[in-house]
């Protein structure tokens, strides 16, 4: 019950925010968890978690976080199939969404 309260009042705190389907962390210079999957129309989050080293979230032609140290960023995928992304930065860094 208690549970059910915070999420509530969580809930109503974000209720112009985009649901967020999966959220990637990115730390020690990668993503994780590196492969995620979410529904058509699903939103993910990554949140910029590296002691403000800089990170730039990009897939060509799909969108792109722009430079960012400790943020987040969402992107909604309207659009089925597999996004591979990267960082721009440090190109090693990629990460892949299964949309649908
Ligand atoms: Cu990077």
Known sequence: MLAAVGLL???GGCASQARVDA?????EV???PHE???PVGGTVEWRFED???????????VFD???????TFRFTFD???DVEYRCSIHPYMSGIVHVG
């Open 9 to 11: 009042a969580f809930a």
């Open 23 to 27: 959220v990637v962390r990115i730390s």
């Open 30 to 32: 990668s993503f994780a």
């Open 36 to 38: 995620i999957r979410i």
């Open 51 to 61: 002691g403000g080293l800089p990170h730039e979230v990009h897939a060509d032609g």
């Open 65 to 71: 976080s722009g430079v960012l140290g400790e943020r």
């Open 79 to 81: 659009t089925p199939g």
